[in-house]
Nanobody, 123 residues
Framework: VQLQAFGGGLVQAGGSLRLSCAASGRTFSTYGMGWFRQAPGKEREFVATISGGGATTAYADSVKGRFTISRDNAKNTVYLQMNSLKPEDTAEYYC?????????????????WGQGTLVTVSS
């Protein structure tokens, strides 16, 4: 299984970005997916998660109301739409796949990780 995340970049505070994560393999819809991030000098933290069918989502309090996770199972892709970005959102963002279709905010639930994509928000 390979996960490839892309879409990061430099954006001004208040701006928007959409991250994408393309997964290889079949039966993508049977796996829950998540986004995590890690800022310099900080631990990796949960951002958002979505169930296999896309009906259930959960978010970190810090991004609730600003970020939206979604998925297109026909394209084996999960997205993270990030609006109203703040300088504190600056981090390397990682997508991850977990066994089973349910959501999880615990990084230990995930068994495959993509490479990071860097998001930098300037003030």
């Amino acid at each position: 299984v390979q996960l490839q995340a892309f879409g990061g970049g430099l954006v001004q505070a208040g701006g928007s970005l959409r991250l994408s994560c393309a997964a290889s393999g079949r039966t993508f819809s049977t796996y829950g997916m998540g986004w995590f991030r890690q800022a310099p000098g900080k631990e990796r933290e949960f951002v958002a998660t979505i169930s296999g069918g896309g009906a259930t989502t959960a978010y970190a309090d810090s991004v609730k109301g600003r970020f939206t996770i979604s998925r297109d199972n026909a394209k084996n892709t999960v997205y993270l739409q990030m609006n109203s970005l703040k300088p504190e959102d600056t981090a390397e963002y990682y997508c991850a796949r977990k066994p089973g279709a349910y959501i999880s905010n615990w990084y230990g639930s995930y068994d495959y990780w993509g490479q990071g994509t860097l998001v930098t928000v300037s003030s």
